[in-house]
C-alpha cells in the first residue's frame, strides 16, 4: 500500500495523480493480456475443431475403407465361388489368380488398417499437445502478477 505525503488539506494531488496513472497503465497492461491469451484461447480452440473435423474426416474415411474392404473381401469370395465352378476345365490357372487377388485385397486392407492407426494416433497426438497448451493456460498463477501492482 502507497502511503502519500501530506499537503495543506489532504494528500498530496500530484503523488496520487502519479499513482493512478500507475494503476491505469498496469490496469490497461492486464487487460492487454487478457485480450491476448482470449485471442489465443480462441485460436487454439479453433485448432481443436479443425483437427476434430479431420479427425471425423479420418474416421469416415476408415469406415469407408473397411466397408470397400469387406466388400473387396464379399466380392473376392464370390469370384472365388465361380472359379472353382470353372476350374473343372482349367483348375490350375483360375484358383492361383483368385489366390493372388484375395491376397492382395487383404494386404491392401491390411496396409490401409496400419495407415489408418498410425495417422489416426497423430492426430490424437496433435489434439492431446494442443489440449496441453490449453491446459498450460488454465494453470497461469495471475495472483503474482496481482502482488506486483
Known amino acids: ?4 505525503d501530506t499537503v495543506f488539506r489532504g494528500y498530496d494531488k500530484y503523488q496520487v495523480q502519479k499513482c493512478l496513472d500507475e494503476i491505469i497503465k498496469n490496469y490497461e497492461n492486464l487487460l492487454n493480456k487478457s485480450k ?3 485471442e489465443e484461447n480462441k485460436k487454439l480452440l479453433d485448432q481443436l475443431a ?3 473435423r479431420i ?3 479420418m474416421n469416415r474415411a476408415i469406415f469407408t475403407a473397411e466397408s470397400a474392404g469387406d466388400q473387396i473381401k464379399s466380392s473376392a469370395r464370390k469370384e472365388a465361388e465361380a472359379l472353382v465352378s470353372e476350374a473343372r476345365h482349367n483348375a ?3 484358383i492361383n489368380d483368385a489366390l ?3 491376397e492382395k485385397a487383404q494386404n491392401h486392407a491390411d496396409q ?3 495407415n489408418t492407426n ?3 494416433r497423430r492426430l490424437r497426438q496433435i489434439i492431446e499437445n494442443q489440449l496441453e497448451v490449453i491446459e498450460e493456460i488454465d494453470n497461469v498463477d495471475f495472483s503474482k502478477v496481482d502482488d506486483k501492482y
Not at 1 to 4: A, G, I, N, P
Open 1 to 4: 500500500m502507497r502511503k502519500f
Open 36 to 38: 491476448k491469451t482470449e
Open 50 to 52: 479443425y483437427y476434430q
Open 55 to 57: 479427425e471425423d474426416s
Open 92 to 94: 490350375s490357372r483360375i
Open 100 to 102: 493372388l487377388k484375395a
Open 112 to 114: 490401409l488398417r496400419r
Open 118 to 120: 498410425i495417422l489416426k
